[in-house]
């Protein structure tokens, strides 16, 4: 049972991924997740306010099952098939973060730095979380993909629009964190 | 469809959520070493993903395969242009590195009992909305 309950490594996490994209097609879909925040936009009744969201969401409504699936998931993985095992992180990361004001990086799978409800309780705290989920929603949307849809399955079928926005999605997050994250959290 | 063809889709959800779990591909630290250039353990995730998608994919095309609605097996075409790709990636990417969740992970981090995430969900479907309403306006 160790092998479950350890963190699985990369060439088998990979692989398993892709069995994902691979059942999807085989059910007559297509893997992209981001695809769900406009799915809620327009159950929302966003349709009101662009065409952008005249569409139905009926018909993705399976997309939406694989979301409640996933969060059952996230819930059984954490509760069932782990140990206290901590993320085994670059020594050199944990050093860096620590500088920065991140402790214990790797116990836990986000920083309390962030996600804590005292941090959220802090203007800087909600504000950060607000903004990374705004760019996230924008960019995604604006790109016509995220990391499953298009670093996943877009690269998987050999797509040039892909790959550009694979590389978007590097220069975006180089830049957040290699400049943007250390002046966020200067100490 | 009918409910009980939901059911393989839930799993399927289910089966997503525990492997990015596992592989610890939801932990933001693992985002942030991976922008750092400090592990290879993303790019091996990402890179072998994307090894064996290309050769099933190869291998059903070849094979003809069908999916359960009896056409073949292809992955649409996604919208070429440069500007949307690769600004809308850029901005993705800003946000990925930021919160260290994607649009996957951040409903997986919600059941591993990151409750805070919520916020990061509803700002990210307030994006996706903005983005519907300026659409017209942006360079694709």
């Not at chain 1, 350890?6 to 060439?11: A, G, N, S, V």
């Not at chain 1, 964190?177 to 200067?186: D, R």
């Not at chain 2, 994307?50 to 095309?61: A, E, T, V």
């Not at chain 2, 919600?110 to 309403?133: C, E, K, N, Q």
Request: glycine fraction near 12%; aromatic fraction near 14%; charge should be positive.
């Amino acid at each position: 049972m160790e092998f479950i309950l350890d963190p699985w490594p990369w060439y088998i996490s990979g692989p398993l991924i892709t069995l994902v994209m691979a059942l999807l097609l085989y059910f007559g879909k297509t893997f992209g997740m981001s695809s769900n925040l406009k799915t809620f936009c327009a159950i929302a009744g966003a349709g009101k306010y662009s065409d952008f969201f005249r569409f139905n969401w009926k018909d993705s409504l399976w997309n939406l099952t694989v979301v409640i699936g996933a969060i059952i998931g996230g819930y059984i993985a954490t509760q069932f098939l782990s140990n206290a095992s901590v993320t085994d992180l670059n020594p050199v990361t944990v050093q860096e973060l620590s500088t920065m004001g991140f402790s214990n990086s790797g116990a836990s799978l986000v920083p309390d730095e962030l996600f804590s409800w005292k941090t959220v309780g802090s203007a800087k705290g909600l504000i950060l979380l607000i903004l990374g989920g705004f760019l996230v929603g924008f960019g995604t949307r604006y790109a016509g993909g995220c990391t499953s849809g298009h670093a996943i399955a877009g690269l998987s079928s050999l797509q040039k629009p892909s790959l550009i926005a694979v590389i978007g999605f590097f220069i975006g997050g180089l830049l957040m964190a290699n400049f943007i994250l250390p002046l966020l959290f200067k100490s | 469809m009918k409910v009980a063809s939901y059911i393989k889709f839930l799993f399927v959800g289910i089966f997503f959520g525990i492997v990015l779990v596992k592989s610890e591909a939801v932990s933001w630290y693992r985002i942030y070493e991976m922008f750092r250039f400090q592990s290879i353990h993303m790019y091996g995730i990402i890179g072998t993903a994307i090894g064996s998608g290309i050769l099933f994919l190869q291998i059903s095309k070849r094979g003809h395969i069908k999916n359960l609605e009896g056409v073949e097996i292809y992955v649409p075409k996604k919208e070429s242009g440069l500007f949307k790709n690769i600004l809308g990636g850029s901005i993705f990417g800003l946000g990925w590195a930021l919160i260290g969740a994607c649009p996957g992970p951040m409903y997986i981090l919600l059941g591993t009992g990151v409750f805070s995430m919520v916020i990061v969900i509803i700002a990210s479907i307030l994006g996706t909305f903005v983005y519907g309403l300026l659409k017209e306006k942006l360079p694709h």
